[in-house]
């Protein structure tokens, strides 16, 4: 049984879906002004773990919501200085996101909606409208506001003090400082240069920030949730104020379960563009390092433990990336004859533990103990001789089982089969050096090596041959 921490209860629960064996699940996505950093990513990577649990460790169906916010303050001030329609501007960053996941192996979820497509719009609309109705709302100058003490719940999620609630007190922009809970913006009246649209009579406009995530929520997966999920940081104000939006409108629980990803820091300091440590996936890209490598740091901490990223942390995770694949590629070369009993044991061992660690609120750091285990006793039994072909396929059957939910060897073996060096000429240069040694020129076959190692592509020679890996 797959026990996660709720933010809610502050406590590990059991999980188990609502209704239907499937899990409804809602994330709050980029908002797309500018690229997506590593800290975006750690979330998101941490959030596709538990969408391949849920799937591949747990057997449920998964209906996944990360929505794109591409209208706030953020996003208007953005298209207004690059002097390009809203719409124009945040696609170029939307694109980037897409391609960064994909480079992340991050699974593509059911449904990725963006703030003005017209169905979300009217979603909102609609939302307002039943706040309206229930006695949540008021309005002033033509914008539209949540009267949060018209909700006695307020604030539960994040543990505000409700003598520290300043009810009447507006807040207009779309984020504010922590702990200062006032009435916020649920419809914003029209700026001059602003994009607008119209809403329930109340003339032009746009949604504030907060009001999008509840509205797509409840359109594209009902009233009621299993999982809501974000960054820390996203508690307050944030997901506190979804909360009211969504129980103030359908009168009905939100969502079961809060999930939250702690902080990424860099060589222990936050990020900030001051110090210049905003890193993207190109910046690392840039460094030399391979998004697998990447993916495989982001995961191997517990989600909810600080990280602090360092280059050096990303060149470990490439050895411990490193090591793995090459074990599975060893596996070609086991010679025994018969099945090894302490093999077969050591595999049922490794399975027990990996869905322990990622059936206890998914715990990947203990999830990649049991893998390393595994391999430790599986070259053992490589160099000792005593591992049949039966025995490498239960083990490659082990791994790949893990790998569907870290997603990080297969995601290496995609990059290995689109190297920088077209796959035809690795295996032609592989050849001529094959012919080159059988005629005894050993300079011309280490020319070929060395240069090779110079465009990124290492070559092994095993008994069953010569095989390449990129760096």
């Given at each position: 049984?797959?026990?996660?921490y709720?933010?809610l209860?502050?406590?590990?629960?059991p999980?188990?879906?609502?209704?239907?064996?499937t899990?409804?699940m809602?994330?709050?996505?980029?908002?797309?002004?500018?690229?997506g950093?590593i800290g975006?990513?750690?979330?998101y990577?941490c959030?596709?773990?538990l969408r391949?649990t849920?799937k591949?460790?747990c057997?449920y169906?998964?209906r996944?919501?990360?929505?794109?916010?591409?209208v706030?303050?953020?996003?208007i001030a953005?298209?207004q200085?690059a002097?390009?329609?809203?719409r124009e501007?945040?696609?170029?960053w939307?694109?980037a996101?897409?391609e960064?996941?994909?480079r992340?192996?991050i699974?593509?979820p059911?449904?990725l909606p963006?703030a003005t497509d017209p169905e979300?719009m009217q979603?909102?609309c609609?939302?307002i409208r039943a706040?309206?109705?229930?006695?949540?709302?008021y309005?002033?100058d033509?914008s539209v506001?949540f009267k949060?003490a018209?909700?006695?719940?307020?604030?539960?999620?994040?543990r505000l003090?409700?003598a520290g609630l300043?009810?009447?007190a507006r807040v207009?922009?779309d984020?504010y400082?922590k702990?200062d809970?006032?009435?916020?913006?649920l419809?914003?009246?029209?700026k001059?240069?602003?994009?607008?649209?119209?809403?329930?009579g109340t003339g032009?406009?746009?949604p504030?920030w907060h009001i999008e995530?509840?509205?797509?929520?409840?359109?594209l997966l009902?009233?009621s949730i299993?999982?809501?999920a974000?960054?820390?940081d996203?508690?307050f104000?944030?997901?506190?104020n979804?909360?009211?939006?969504?129980e103030?409108?359908t009168r009905q629980?939100f969502?079961r379960?809060?999930v939250?990803?702690?902080?990424?820091?860099v060589?222990?300091?936050?990020m900030?563009?001051?110090l210049g440590?905003?890193y993207t996936m190109a910046?690392?890209?840039?460094?030399?390092h391979?998004?697998s490598?990447?993916?495989?740091l982001?995961?191997s901490s517990?989600?909810?433990?600080?990280?602090?990223f360092?280059w050096t942390?990303v060149e470990?995770?490439?050895e411990a990336?490193?090591r793995?694949?090459?074990?599975?590629a060893k596996?070609?070369?086991a010679?025994?004859?018969?099945?090894?009993a302490?093999?077969?044991?050591?595999v049922t061992?490794?399975?027990?533990a990996?869905r322990?660690?990622?059936a206890?609120?998914?715990?990947?750091a203990?999830?990649?103990?049991?893998?390393?285990?595994l391999?430790?006793?599986?070259?053992?039994?490589i160099?000792?001789?005593?591992?049949s072909?039966?025995d490498a396929?239960l083990?490659?059957?082990a791994?790949?089982?893990?790998?569907?939910?870290?997603?990080?060897v297969?995601l290496r073996?995609a990059?290995?089969?689109?190297p920088?060096?077209?796959?035809d000429?690795?295996?032609r240069?592989i050849?001529?050096?094959?012919?080159a040694k059988?005629?005894?020129?050993?300079?011309?076959?280490?020319?070929?090596r060395?240069?090779?190692a110079e465009r990124?592509?290492?070559?092994?020679?095993t008994?069953?041959?010569?095989?390449?890996?990129?760096?």
């Open positions: 049984m797959l026990r996660l709720n933010t209860s502050r406590q590990e629960e999980f188990a879906p609502l209704r239907d064996n899990v409804r809602y994330a709050c996505g980029l908002t797309v002004y500018n690229r950093h975006n990513f750690r979330t990577v959030l596709d773990v391949r849920l591949y460790l057997g169906g998964v996944q919501v990360v929505n794109y916010t591409d706030d303050d953020k996003t953005g298209a200085k002097g390009m329609p809203l501007y945040t696609d170029q939307i694109r996101f897409r960064d996941s994909a992340l192996g699974e593509t059911e449904e963006r979300n979603a909102m609609e939302m706040l309206e109705r229930n006695g949540h709302t309005t002033r033509g506001y949060i018209s909700m006695p719940s307020y604030g539960r999620l994040a003090d409700h300043h009810a009447g207009d922009v984020e400082s702990d809970a006032r009435d916020f913006v419809w914003k009246a029209a001059a240069g602003e994009p607008y649209w119209e809403c329930n032009p406009g746009r504030g995530c509840s509205a797509m929520a409840v359109r009902g009233n299993d999982i809501h974000g960054g820390v996203l508690i104000p944030h997901h506190e979804e909360i009211a939006q969504a103030g409108a629980p969502a379960f809060w939250h990803v702690e902080h990424l820091f060589e222990n300091e936050k900030s563009k001051s440590n905003v910046d690392v890209v840039a460094r030399g391979r998004p490598a990447l993916r495989y982001l995961l517990h989600y909810r433990k600080q990280l602090n360092t942390g470990q995770a490439e990336l490193r793995i694949v090459d074990f599975v596996l070609d070369e010679t025994g004859d018969s099945r090894n302490e093999l077969e044991a050591a061992r490794a399975r027990e990996f322990s660690a990622m206890s609120d998914l715990n990947t203990a999830a990649l103990a049991a893998v390393f285990e391999v430790r006793e599986g070259n053992s039994a160099a000792a001789g005593k591992m072909a039966a396929r083990v490659r059957d791994i790949e089982e893990f790998d569907r939910v870290l997603g990080v297969s073996r990059e290995d089969a689109k920088d060096v077209p796959v000429e690795i295996e240069l050849e001529e050096r094959r012919a059988k005629n005894r020129d050993f300079a011309r076959a280490d020319q070929i060395a240069s090779l990124g592509i290492l070559l092994e020679d008994p069953s041959g010569t095989r390449w890996k990129k760096k």
